[in-house]
């Protein structure tokens, strides 16, 4: 047998060969076998790659090049062995409309020829066989997408004549413009950031060219044919790894990654898809794809072939829902990567899986104390956030400070101030993820995803950079259900430089701690005391009226005593630091208890000599103090008996005595001599710190006690924001008299009034909680809500006891004009005499000069003494009586012209 070389061609360094074979026989030549398979990517106008039928192991795979064409080349990226090149006119165009007729569909190919290389050619149909199906590289030539090698022909030929027809048709390349048909492919991206900005999140067209992996591609981005890598966020499949001469390394290869590799592939390799570019890993781009026959993120997944990652799941565009749903049906199913996966959180009763409760405590940044409704406390943490903490790098404790986590830890307490005012005495609902066990030293800790509303609270700390999301290894179950929106938030977080994240804007807390050190207390109490009203963070609660405080304003922290009552302690421990505890007092846990849940207003009064502040303190615009006497876990005191607070003290106690609550429980009170009470009758005096608001023209007075003042501003907000919220319709409400309604005042402001007389659109009101009467339009009034309707007036209506005024109206001006200096807008201290037709007739004293504002008004002559017989009286009336003689004397204003008393004689007609 010879053989004989017919012709080389070289053409742009590749070499064919031309072969033909001499047979000395004479044996008929053996027509060439058909076979059959699937087209797994076209290279080129002329080649394509032909997957065979698999038979126990990979498909192989063959490359076909159409025998007597050429196509045009296509560009090639810059390797280490080759330099970068550039499209030949028509070559994208000859390789897409191949590649739109036969990828990943099923082909008959014949293999003409082969070289000593192994190249093989041949030609490809399209149909059930040879004779009927369609010949692809007829077809190319037809189309003027290839070049038909003329030298390589003999005799007449049918691709001779399809070409000219081409040409004389000017079809694809024979028709010119060649400048027109070179793409400029873009191989780098120089600024990736900018790139995904630039896309917004927005479906990009894009042909997928080689599969690195089964989750790594690179494709060719349309228009403007972007080369890029892009990983499939949320997802990692095994990989290949690679040898010193960087080819894949079988023998180190992860499980499963020529499968993965292949599933991925087979389906997308040469596709139309689109893509969603997320974001940006070293000089990969990370993103989704979007193909019609369905989602390949989640099919990897399903079959066991990928594993979600938390680092990009967080971008996914649609959520991550689908991708760990599909990640748990393989679990389940123990499917390949997952073979002998087995669950790891812990079994949960569920009656214990979701409860809900009331906040009492924030433990730093990561973990509640919650009241459930049955009475009991429970602490839980957060799932999957860990709160601010020290670098690694710091040392915790620093020599020679006293190291306070709380406010030395950066982030730290903004972290804890972010739940304490948004959590505190809120109701919330947790659903328990996990339970951590206990390890290190460290209890047992029930994980949850705590919600407030439709508001996630962990989501929300991790968003404004105060947590950060633990991550865990791929086969640990036990995270928060929540898990992948605490990742996106965190995203967000970073992009935005909130909380932890920015480094430049590390917040730095410098306290004072003045607790127990009496040099430090004397120098900031001027400062309390000057602010007044003064709001602090309850640190601790050592018992029922000891608290530690937080002032914010003067960044200390301070020892404080409930004032005006006596309260018993709670078990504590032994003074010394020696170990053990000291026994509580009775009662004394349920008071320690119950100011845990209450406190968290703030007023610092005075200071002992311990160091110790001594003051009153407010929950919700109520008396800490009178909340304790109230519930009978505390007595009132004596220092109580100087204060403003006295009378709702004593008032409170009286109450629980009567109720035997808790200390009272064993009170018996002591038999009156009832002899004593009806033979002695002596004046009452208790007087109360008031505010005159009103002092009408009858001499009536209105006033609020200074004791409701925290109440009454407490409600008007309520009211306004009420009203601001949901403005009333004008004219939906219909005043009648005696109503309690709302009504706006000239102000613009809506207060709480009583309608006294309606006439056609004019209505007379009162305004209850402040005196003052005004005739308005019935549009300004409105239904009062029934939220606010319970409070009592806080405008007490008060006539000057033993007094009236005269018959004179000129005298009567000076009267009240001078009654309104002396009480309009300053304290003055108030004292019921009596009530007389459902009246109470008071005795008014100014509260800095303690002068009797009555008798002021009768020694300038200006009011007229009335007279009572009571014995308990005689004192006051007596000095009252010597106030009005000497005016008399003096002539003064109603007695300028003699005793006008005289016209009250009973032949006149009047009644003493």
């Not at 002092?695 to 009203?723: H, I, K």
């Not at 009062?784 to 000057?800: D, Q, V």
Request: aromatic residues 8%.
């Amino acid at each position: 047998m010879a053989l004989s070389t017919l012709r080389a061609v070289s053409r742009r360094g590749h070499v064919t060969y031309l072969l033909r074979q001499a047979q000395d026989t004479m044996a008929a030549p053996q027509p060439p076998q058909v076979c059959r398979g699937i087209v797994k990517q076209v290279l080129s106008g002329d080649a394509v790659i032909v997957r065979g039928q698999p038979k126990g192991g990979p498909p192989p795979e063959r490359q076909i090049n159409f025998s007597n064409v050429v196509a045009p080349r296509t560009a090639r990226r810059a390797t280490a062995n080759a330099p970068e090149t550039v499209d030949e006119p028509y070559g994208w165009e000859s390789r897409e409309h191949l590649r739109k007729k036969v990828i990943g569909k099923e082909v008959l190919f014949t293999v003409e020829t082969k070289t000593p290389t192994g190249r093989e050619y041949g030609a490809i149909y399209l149909g059930k066989d040879v004779a009927t199906g369609e010949n692809v590289t007829e077809t190319m030539v037809a189309d003027g997408l290839v070049s038909v090698r003329r030298e390589s022909i003999r005799g007449e030929s049918r691709l001779v004549d399809l070409e000219e027809a081409a040409r004389t048709q000017s079809k694809g390349k024979w028709a010119g413009s060649d400048a027109k048909h070179v793409r400029n492919v873009k191989w780098t991206c120089e600024n990736m950031r900018s790139f995904v900005d630039k896309a917004r999140g927005k479906p990009i067209d894009a042909i997928v060219e080689h599969v690195r992996d089964g989750s790594t591609i690179r494709c060719f981005l349309l228009p403007d044919f972007h080369y890029i890598t892009l990983m499939i966020s949320g997802i990692r499949c095994p990989m290949n790894k690679l040898d010193s001469e960087g080819k894949p390394d079988k023998s180190n290869s992860e499980p499963f990654a020529d499968e993965a590799r292949f599933y991925t592939e087979s389906r997308l390799l040469q596709r139309d898809i689109q893509v969603i570019l997320e974001t940006f890993n070293n000089n990969n781009f990370v993103g989704s794809i979007i193909h019609p026959n369905g989602n390949i993120a989640e099919a990897l997944l399903r079959e066991g072939f990928a594993r979600c990652v938390d680092w990009s799941i967080a971008t996914v565009t649609g959520g991550p829902e689908k991708l760990r749903s599909s990640e748990k049906q393989a679990k389940e199913k123990q499917l390949r990567l997952w073979t002998d996966y087995k669950p790891t959180s812990l079994s949960i009763a569920d009656k214990d899986k979701e409860f809900t409760g009331k906040v009492v405590e924030v433990v730093n940044g990561d973990a509640l104390v919650v009241k459930r409704q049955d009475g009991t406390n429970k602490k839980i943490f957060l799932s999957s956030v860990r709160p601010p903490r020290l670098p690694d790098s710091e040392t915790p404790r620093p020599p020679g400070k006293n190291f306070r986590p709380l406010y030395d830890i950066p982030w730290l307490f903004e972290a804890r101030e972010f739940l304490r005012k948004k959590l505190i005495g809120q109701k919330v609902q947790a659903t328990v993820d996990y339970i951590q066990p206990a390890q290190n030293n460290f209890p047992e800790k029930t994980c949850c995803t705590v919600r407030i509303g439709d508001v996630n609270v962990g989501e929300a700390m991790v968003s404004k950079g105060y947590a950060t999301v633990i991550r865990y290894r791929q086969d640990d179950d036990q995270r928060a259900s929540c898990y992948d929106d605490l990742l996106s938030a965190e995203a967000k977080a970073i992009k935005s430089l909130k909380g932890i994240h920015n480094k430049k804007e590390t917040p730095i807390h410098r306290v004072a701690d003045i607790s127990s050190d009496v040099g430090k207390a004397k120098g900031f109490l001027p400062f309390l005391q000057r602010a007044g009203r003064t709001e602090g963070v309850v640190e601790f609660v050592a018992s029922g009226s000891r608290v530690r405080l937080f002032i914010p304003r003067e960044t200390c922290l301070i020892t404080f005593l409930l004032g005006g009552i006596s309260c018993p302690r709670a078990t504590r421990p032994a003074p010394g630091g020696v170990g053990g505890t000291l026994p509580g007092e009775p009662y004394g846990e349920e008071a320690l208890a119950l100011t845990k849940s209450l406190v968290l207003q703030r007023e610092v009064d005075s200071m002992d000599k311990g160091g110790n502040f001594i003051g009153w303190l407010h929950v919700d615009n109520k008396n800490l103090s009178v909340l304790l006497v109230e519930e009978g876990l505390s007595t009132v005191h004596f220092t109580a008996e100087s204060s403003k607070f006295y009378h709702l003290l004593t008032t409170a106690q009286e109450s629980a005595k009567e109720k035997k609550l808790n200390v009272w429980a064993n009170f018996v009170e002591e038999e009156k001599d009832e002899k004593v009470e009806d033979t002695v009758s002596e004046r009452k005096v208790d007087y109360k710190p008031m505010l005159i608001t009103v002092v009408s023209r009858e001499g009536t007075l209105f006033g609020q006690y200074c004791s409701d003042g925290p109440a009454l501003e407490q409600m008007m907000e309520n009211l306004r924001s009420e009203f601001a919220n949901k403005p009333p319709l004008g004219g939906a409400y219909n005043p009648k008299r005696g109503d309690l309604c709302a009504a706006q005042f000239v102000d613009g402001l809506w207060y709480r009034a009583k309608v006294e007389k309606v006439t056609g659109s004019n209505v007379s009101v009162r305004y209850i909680d402040y005196g003052n009467k005004e005739v308005t339009q019935a549009v300004k009034c409105a239904s009062l809500p029934a939220s606010f309707s319970s409070p009592g007036a806080y405008a007490h209506e008060l006539h000057l006891a033993l007094v009236k005024l005269s018959k004179d109206d000129d005298y009567i001006e000076d009267a009240l004009t001078l009654l309104m200096s002396e009480t309009m807008e300053q304290e003055v201290l108030v004292n019921r005499e009596y009530r007389n037709q459902g009246q109470d007739f008071v005795n008014i004293q100014r509260a800095d000069t303690k002068a009797d504002v009555a008798r002021t008004l009768l020694v300038n002559g200006l009011l007229l003494l009335d007279e009572r017989k009571d014995k308990r009286f005689q004192s006051l009336v007596s000095d009252y009586r010597s106030a009005q003689e000497e005016a008399k004397r003096k002539h003064l204003n109603i007695w300028q012209y003699g005793d006008v008393t005289d016209d009250d004689a009973h032949e006149f007609g009047m009644e003493r």
